[in-house]
C-alpha cells in the first residue's frame, strides 16, 4: 500500500471533502468552463463557436486507472469510491459515450499519478508491463483509432524502463511516456534516468512530464500543518496537489532539465508539460531573465530558447482564454496542444470552450488536433 507518499497517516475523508474537492482532487482546475461561459457568452463567441462546430480534437493528457493502481495509491475507501464514481477506471462505454457527446475523436490514455513511481525493483517492472499490455488488449483493440497511449514506466529501474518504453513504441504503437514527478526524490535531470531520456530521443516520442506528490520533507515544511482541524477537508492534501504544488512541481523539473544541461545532452529529447504550462506563461520572463544570467557560460543556448526548442504545452483543465492567450504570447501555436484532463475536467466544457476561443481557424486546427497529429505521427 502506498501511502500518497506521505509519512503521517491521514484521517477518514468524507464524501462530503470528496464531492466538493472532485475536481481538485484529481486535476487542478482554474476557473470552470460553465462559469467561464457565463461570464464570456457574447455575439462574436456564439459565432467562433458555430463556426467551428467542426473541429477534431485529441486530447493529449486523458487518466486511466486499474484495480491493482487503486489499491496502490488511493488514500481509503472512500478515495476509491471517488474515482470510481467519476469514471476514471472506466475504459469503455462510458469513456466512449462521454468522447463521443464532447466531440473527442482520440484520447491518449495515461495511467493516474503516481502510477507505478512508488514500486520499485521486479514488481515495478511486471506492473508497468500489466499495464501497457492491457491498453493494448482491451480499449485499444475493443475502440480502433479511438486510443492512443503513453507508456507506464517502472523509473526506479531506468534501464527496465528504457527497454520497456521501446517495446511499447516499437511493438504496441505507443506515442511516448508519462512521469509523474520525483522518482524516489529525484527529477529526470538526474544522471541515473539518462538511459530513459536516450531512448526517447532515439525513438523520436516524447515523454509527458505529469505532477506528482511531493517528498516527506516537502510536504513537511511546505503544506504540514499543526492544526489538525484544518486537515478535515484534506486541506494539506489538496495544497500540495493540485491546489498549488502540483504546479509549481512540474515547472521545477522544468528548469532543472534545462539549467543542468539535459538538453545540451539530448538536444532532440521532446518534452511536454500539461495545464497550460504550470505557471510558466507567467513567470516566463523572470525565469528567462534571471536563469539566463547564471548559465549563459554553462548552457549551449539562451535559457528561454529550450522552452522554444524541446517542449510542447497542453490546456489540460485549464479552460479559460486569458490563460491561453498568455501562453501564446511567449509559446509557438505550434507547440500548444488540447487536453482536457478526463475523468477529473470533462470534455464537453473543454471542447465546448476551446470551440468558443477566438483565434483563427487555422491555429485553432494546430491546437486541437494538427499539431498532435504532427507530433505523434498519428491521423485522426
Same mark, same amino acid.
Given at each position: 500500500?502506498?501511502? &500518497?507518499?506521505?509519512?503521517?497517516?491521514?484521517?477518514?475523508?468524507?464524501?462530503?471533502?470528496?464531492?466538493?474537492?472532485?475536481?481538485?482532487?484529481?486535476?487542478?482546475?482554474?476557473?470552470?468552463?460553465?462559469?467561464?461561459?457565463?461570464?464570456?457568452?457574447?455575439?462574436?463567441?456564439?459565432?467562433?463557436?458555430?463556426?467551428?462546430?467542426?473541429?477534431?480534437?485529441?486530447?493529449?493528457?486523458?487518466?486511466?486507472?486499474?484495480?491493482?493502481?487503486?489499491?496502490?495509491?488511493?488514500?481509503?475507501?472512500?478515495? &476509491?469510491?471517488?474515482?470510481?464514481?467519476?469514471?476514471?477506471?472506466?475504459?469503455?462505454?462510458?469513456?466512449?459515450?462521454?468522447?463521443?457527446?464532447?466531440?473527442?475523436?482520440?484520447?491518449?490514455?495515461?495511467?493516474?499519478?503516481?502510477?507505478?513511481?512508488?514500486?520499485?525493483?521486479?514488481?515495478?517492472?511486471?506492473?508497468?508491463?500489466?499495464?501497457?499490455?492491457?491498453?493494448?488488449?482491451?480499449?485499444?483493440?475493443?475502440?480502433?483509432?479511438?486510443?492512443?497511449?503513453?507508456?507506464?514506466?517502472?523509473?526506479?529501474?531506468?534501464?527496465?524502463?528504457?527497454?520497456?518504453?521501446?517495446?511499447?513504441?516499437?511493438?504496441?504503437?505507443?506515442?511516448?511516456?508519462?512521469?509523474?514527478?520525483?522518482?524516489?526524490?529525484?527529477?529526470?535531470?538526474?544522471?541515473?534516468?539518462?538511459?530513459?531520456?536516450?531512448?526517447?530521443?532515439?525513438?523520436?516520442?516524447?515523454?509527458?512530464?505529469?505532477?506528482?506528490?511531493?517528498?516527506?520533507?516537502?510536504?513537511?515544511?511546505?503544506?504540514?500543518?499543526?492544526?489538525?482541524?484544518?486537515?478535515?477537508?484534506?486541506?494539506?492534501?489538496?495544497?500540495?496537489?493540485?491546489?498549488?504544488?502540483?504546479?509549481?512541481?512540474?515547472?521545477?523539473?522544468?528548469?532543472?532539465?534545462?539549467?543542468?544541461?539535459?538538453?545540451?545532452?539530448?538536444?532532440?529529447?521532446?518534452?511536454?508539460?500539461?495545464?497550460?504550462?504550470?505557471?510558466?506563461?507567467?513567470?516566463?520572463?523572470?525565469?528567462?531573465?534571471?536563469?539566463?544570467?547564471?548559465?549563459?557560460?554553462?548552457?549551449?543556448?539562451?535559457?528561454?530558447?529550450?522552452?522554444?526548442?524541446?517542449?510542447?504545452?497542453?490546456?489540460?483543465?485549464?479552460?479559460?482564454?486569458?490563460?491561453?492567450?498568455?501562453?501564446?504570447?511567449?509559446?509557438?501555436?505550434?507547440?500548444?496542444?488540447?487536453?482536457?484532463?478526463?475523468?477529473?475536467?470533462? &470534455?464537453?466544457?473543454?471542447?465546448?470552450?476551446?470551440?468558443?476561443?477566438?483565434?483563427?481557424?487555422?491555429?485553432?486546427?494546430?491546437?486541437?488536433?494538427?499539431?498532435?497529429?504532427?507530433?505523434?505521427?498519428?491521423?485522426?
Amino acid at each position: 500500500m502506498n501511502p &500518497i507518499e506521505r509519512g503521517p497517516a491521514q484521517p477518514s475523508m468524507g464524501r462530503r471533502g470528496f464531492l466538493a474537492g472532485a475536481v481538485a482532487l484529481g486535476a487542478g482546475v482554474g476557473l470552470s468552463a460553465t462559469a467561464l461561459a457565463s461570464c464570456t457568452a457574447a455575439p462574436r463567441g456564439q459565432d467562433i463557436s458555430l463556426r467551428d462546430q467542426d473541429l477534431k480534437f485529441i486530447g493529449a493528457e486523458e487518466t486511466f486507472t486499474t484495480p491493482e493502481l487503486l489499491t496502490l495509491n488511493s488514500i481509503n475507501e472512500d478515495h &476509491i469510491a471517488f474515482l470510481e464514481e467519476i469514471g476514471l477506471a472506466d475504459l469503455g462505454e462510458r469513456r466512449i459515450g462521454d468522447m463521443d457527446e464532447g466531440g473527442l475523436n482520440v484520447q491518449i490514455l495515461s495511467a493516474h499519478t503516481p502510477s507505478v513511481q512508488n514500486v520499485p525493483g521486479q514488481e515495478g517492472i511486471d506492473l508497468a508491463h500489466l499495464l501497457n499490455r492491457r491498453l493494448v488488449d482491451g480499449p485499444m483493440a475493443s475502440y480502433p483509432g479511438r486510443f492512443q497511449a503513453f507508456a507506464t514506466l517502472p523509473l526506479q529501474s531506468p534501464e527496465a524502463a528504457a527497454d520497456e518504453l521501446e517495446r511499447s513504441v516499437r511493438d504496441d504503437g505507443f506515442l511516448g511516456a508519462l512521469t509523474n514527478g520525483h522518482i524516489a526524490k529525484k527529477y529526470l535531470d538526474h544522471p541515473e534516468f539518462e538511459p530513459v531520456l536516450a531512448r526517447a530521443e532515439a525513438l523520436d516520442v516524447p515523454i509527458y512530464l505529469h505532477p506528482g506528490y511531493p517528498t516527506d520533507e516537502v510536504f513537511q515544511t511546505y503544506y504540514s500543518t499543526t492544526r489538525s482541524e484544518y486537515t478535515k477537508e484534506y486541506q494539506d492534501y489538496i495544497f500540495s496537489g493540485s491546489g498549488y504544488g502540483w504546479h509549481q512541481e512540474v515547472l521545477t523539473q522544468c528548469i532543472r532539465m534545462i539549467a543542468y544541461g539535459v538538453f545540451d545532452r539530448f538536444p532532440k529529447l521532446k518534452i511536454i508539460v500539461g495545464h497550460m504550462g504550470e505557471g510558466l506563461p507567467f513567470y516566463y520572463e523572470r525565469i528567462a531573465q534571471d536563469m539566463g544570467e547564471p548559465t549563459e557560460d554553462s548552457l549551449e543556448k539562451p535559457f528561454e530558447q529550450y522552452f522554444q526548442d524541446n517542449f510542447w504545452f497542453t490546456t489540460s483543465a485549464f479552460f479559460q482564454d486569458d490563460l491561453l492567450h498568455l501562453l501564446l504570447k511567449y509559446i509557438s501555436v505550434d507547440r500548444v496542444l488540447f487536453a482536457t484532463d478526463y475523468p477529473f475536467a470533462g &470534455i464537453k466544457e473543454g471542447t465546448d470552450w476551446f470551440r468558443a476561443v477566438d483565434l483563427p481557424r487555422e491555429d485553432k486546427e494546430k491546437i486541437a488536433f494538427r499539431n498532435a497529429e504532427k507530433l505523434f505521427g498519428i491521423t485522426v
